[in-house]
């Protein structure tokens, strides 16, 4: 095989025809400043061609559709492997997905109970034993007299197929009717099931109306029904209920019989295990296809949020259910199934399944995630903790020979922490896979193999090869901006004295989640961060406790915070803005112009030229949501998304507009000799210059500018843009409006995505907000960020069950020489203390 992976005549976006040779079998990090083509090459370029060329290997009816993907902007790849992309925007947001689904240990967690679970009574709590004909019959009768049921065999159970050999077999053996998917069917009937759908099917018995005279009929029922399955289930025909019976699993006291114990029961994805009242979501308000509110989740009053219905919650091991299970953080778990009392026989049947478990429990422990529990929504999952839980899988799979195109797996860890990820990757390495990571920490960069530095700049300034290297090379390069700030010849200054503040808001008594019932002050009017490692608490007491609790009380809305007493102080403050890292958008047709609104000053602007008068365009002619100016083919969209099934949506250029979005009528127009898409494709930088005369539009961009998105387009989709740059966009809105002076705004990682260079840009636009009399909040792990705060308040000393509790609080002086602090131990070397 090729020891190299070689490009020649690399172009894609904003890359400059570059040429590069990539070891394969390595840890290669790419970095540079914002916008200076990391991903273009990284994502755009080699796995985008690695992806195009295995879709080329799938059967060639579907090679028509895979035409229409465009190759990458390059003369010659050789030497790629299969590739896996492990970004930040991958995994599945939809309700239904979980940690433990992701990773499949609840799976692995299904069939462990399926197989050694104890049976319980759901009312009373008994241990359940075996019913016999007798006492079914008793419990039958017990009925009121004249009620009319139906004795149904269920002989297939959500389960995929057509299953035409067991209606023509019931058939033959004389049965008549059938309850299939919930409706009563004649078997005579042409019956034609779809193959890809789960079907139920209830051979009925016999219908009988409930009399003491009729006590054989029902015998007799029983028995042939127990004769095809060993649960008889007995619908009541007036209300259209069911009950359902075991010939092995009843409780003495109440009667009450489980269904057959499988791992379907287990699932909160299948009709046969999920709660009937939310479907297995786990929440009152949410369906699947519907964009997720977490400010308004409201957990499912019948299951409380386990998602399964009550007789899989009524199989225990060592007194827990799985639901109960899968709430305990990984760690929890691992010391759980560690320490499992059971008998030997239990053991050998345990003792594979268990393996499997331990083995994924320890990756996802090695690459710092051990604070998550399975049952945690993967909506609700950072872009860094998706990434690295997607890792964590490929640890698991033990390939080799692949292509693993990371794009800044280290977000949202703590310094401490890091090591561990460097850990894992290097595994993968030396399993003989190929790593290529989009990356700006300084401990990653350090421990790669190869270092390539794109640059000098972003957008039209960037896409240069300005250092290739061993990173023992890059700190004496003279090229290489990285190396400005790893030698320390560049640096972001500390500032020269910390604010005061002698006005709080106290938050007290929180215990949401894992905090342990703590009283935390925030100083108003200052530069607050707040620190701890990976599931220490610091979500949970900013956004679920703080953040919510002052959009309650502030803008009266039904939100629920987290659990507190009390929160003192609200009244210092007018407003609050979080801005976190979810999308602006979940389509194309969101973009920067259009979330900024710098798209309605153009619109605006267009529809006054003289030439759309005369046509009596309005601005509505130049919005690419609304029909009129836009192309109708793609609806404005200037893609077509290809639904892929199993494989993820591939999106191909509009061929009417050619990704233009306009129809050729309103492409006509123009403004300083540039149509309206040509605009759009403009990046910040580009139309700030453009639209210098225009106030409004000026003052936009000029925030834009500021914080570090002058390489981004107008018109890139929402969708192509990371966690990091969506943040900064929201964040360019926010500073746009006229603030109030007594604002609280919250961020949330926002260095992610940011080169050292780009930090410092960002720092100076937060200490502008606190010089106007705001209060910024940051939750951040870049100690470049951490040392220029006015107050610390850190969060541990562990994550999960360990975190918690406050470790240390004060300036940045004060934290470093906290010993208890692991914050603290990196910001001493940080400050030179």
Do not use: W
């Not at 997607?390 to 080799?400: D, E, I, K, N, V």
Request: with cysteine.
């Amino acid at each position: 095989m090729q020891q190299s992976i070689i490009i020649k005549g690399a172009r894609q976006h904003n890359l400059k025809n570059i040429d590069l040779v990539l070891p394969r079998n390595k840890i290669i990090v790419i970095t540079g400043p914002s916008g200076s083509g990391k991903s273009s090459l990284a994502m755009d370029t080699i796995f985008a061609e690695a992806h195009r060329r295995y879709l080329q290997s799938l059967p060639i009816e579907l090679r028509t559709i895979f035409d229409q993907i465009q190759k990458p902007d390059v003369d010659l790849i050789e030497g790629l492997s299969p590739a896996v992309s492990v970004d930040q925007k991958t995994i599945s947001k939809s309700p239904r997905s979980t940690v433990g689904t992701i990773t499949e240990i609840y799976d692995y967690l299904r069939l462990l109970y399926a197989k050694i679970g104890t049976p319980y009574c759901f009312i009373c709590g008994k241990e359940l034993i075996s019913q016999d004909i007798h006492k079914m019959t008793a419990s039958i009768l017990s009925l009121p007299e004249g009620t009319r049921i139906q004795v149904l065999a269920p002989v297939v159970i959500e389960k995929k197929g057509e299953h035409r050999e067991i209606i023509e077999r019931a058939k033959a053996e004389g049965f008549i009717r059938a309850r299939i998917d919930g409706k009563l069917v004649e078997l005579t009937q042409n019956i034609s099931l779809k193959k890809n759908i789960r079907h139920t099917i209830e051979l009925v018995v016999d219908r009988i109306i409930i009399k003491e005279k009729y006590k054989n009929q029902i015998k007799r029922a029983l028995e042939l029904a127990i004769k095809y399955t060993q649960t008889v289930v007995v619908n009541i025909v007036d209300k259209n209920k069911d009950i359902i019976f075991s010939s092995t699993l009843a409780c003495p006291t109440c009667g009450v019989s489980l269904p057959e114990i499988d791992p379907r029961l287990f699932s909160f994805n299948s009709k046969y295990g999920a709660c009937p009242r939310c479907r297995g979501l786990g929440y009152e308000n949410i369906e699947e296809e519907e964009e997720i509110d977490v400010l308004t989740l409201t957990p499912c009053k019948l299951c409380r949020g386990t998602r399964l219905r009550q007789e899989a919650l009524a199989i225990k091991i060592n007194e827990k259910n799985i639901a109960e299970l899968s709430a305990i953080s990984i760690d929890e778990l691992k010391n759980f199934l560690s320490e499992l009392k059971i008998s030997s026989h239990e053991s050998l049947i345990a003792e594979r399944i268990l393996k499997e478990i331990f083995i994924k429990l320890e990756f996802l422990q090695k690459i710092g995630v051990g604070y998550l529990s399975l049952n945690r929504p993967a909506f609700s999952l950072s872009g860094g903790e998706a990434q690295r839980i997607r890792l964590a899988t490929q640890l698991g799979s033990h390939l080799s020979g692949v292509l693993y195109v990371l794009d800044e797996p280290s977000i949202g860890l703590h310094p401490r922490d890091c090591l561990k990820l460097i850990d894992s990757m290097k595994e993968l390495s030396m399993r003989g896979n190929t790593l290529i990571v989009v990356e700006h920490d300084e401990k990653t960069i350090m421990n790669a193999d190869l270092i390539v530095e794109l640059g000098p700049g972003g957008g039209r300034q960037g896409g240069y090869l300005t250092v290739v290297s061993a990173p023992e090379k890059l700190i004496r390069n003279k090229n290489s901006i990285t190396a400005q700030y790893l030698n320390n010849s560049s640096k972001i200054a500390i500032p020269k004295e910390r604010r005061k503040s002698s006005e709080f808001i106290k938050i007290i008594g929180a215990e949401a989640y894992n905090l342990k019932n703590i009283d935390v002050k925030i100083p108003l009017g200052v530069f607050v961060c707040v620190t701890g490692v990976a599931g220490s608490g610091k979500s949970t007491l900013i956004f679920e406790v703080l953040y919510k609790a002052l959009i309650k009380k502030l803008y009266n809305t039904n939100v629920l915070p987290g659990k507190h007493k009390t929160i003192e102080g609200i009244e210092k403050i007018d407003k609050v803005v979080y801005i976190d890292q979810s999308p602006i958008g979940r389509t194309s047709r969101s973009t920067p112009a259009t979330y900024t609104q710098v798209m309605n000053e153009i619109r605006e602007l267009f529809a006054m030229l003289p030439d759309a008068r005369v046509r009596g365009y309005t601005k509505s002619r130049f919005s690419f949501n609304l029909s009129g100016g836009r192309c109708e083919d793609c609806q404005g969209e200037g893609v077509k998304k290809i639904k892929m099934h199993l494989l993820p949506d591939v999106y191909v250029v509009c061929d009417s507009c050619k990704g233009k979005r306009y129809n050729e009528e309103t492409l006509q127009i123009k403004y300083k000799n540039k149509n309206i898409s040509e605009i759009l494709e403009m990046t910040v930088s580009e139309a700030l210059e453009f639209f210098s005369a225009v106030p409004k539009l000026r003052h936009k961009l000029q925030v834009m500018e500021d914080i570090g998105l002058g390489y981004i387009t107008l018109g890139q989709p929402a969708t192509t843009l990371s966690g990091g740059e969506a943040q900064r966009v929201k964040l360019s809105k926010e500073l746009s409006k006229k603030p109030t002076g007594k604002t609280l705004y919250i961020l949330d990682e926002p260095t992610t995505g940011l080169h050292m260079v780009d930090i410092e840009r960002l720092l100076n636009i937060l200490q502008r907000l606190v010089e106007m009399g705001n209060t910024v909040i940051v939750i951040e792990h870049d100690l470049d960020i951490v040392k220029c705060a006015d107050y610390i308040i850190d969060l541990g000393p562990e994550g999960g069950t360990d975190g918690g509790y406050i470790v240390a609080e004060g300036t940045p002086e004060e934290v470093a020489m906290n010993p208890k602090s692991y914050t603290g131990k990196f910001l001493r070397e940080k400050l030179g203390l």
